[in-house]
């Protein structure tokens, strides 16, 4: 993580236009990656997770 601000999952819905519980589902279902803090808490680092939506989410090329 190199010391990058570590975000909750309403705030990292915020700078993606996405809801909260989009955000927790996808950590949940291992699409995104997580911090967990503690036993109840989980932050979002958001570089490491639009890495991963885009790694993940390739455009498909045109035929």
Do not use: C, F
Not at 4 to 29: F, G, H, K, N, V
Not at 41 to 46: A, F, G, H, I
Request: no cysteine; net charge positive; aromatic share 4%.
């Amino acid at each position: 993580m190199n010391g990058t601000e570590l975000l909750t999952a309403e705030a990292l819905a915020d700078r993606l236009r996405l809801r909260p519980s989009t955000i927790r589902r996808w950590a949940r279902e291992g699409r995104i990656p997580a911090v967990r803090v503690t036993a109840k808490v989980v932050r979002y680092d958001l570089a490491e997770v639009v890495r991963t939506i885009r790694e993940r989410h390739q455009p498909i090329p045109a035929r």
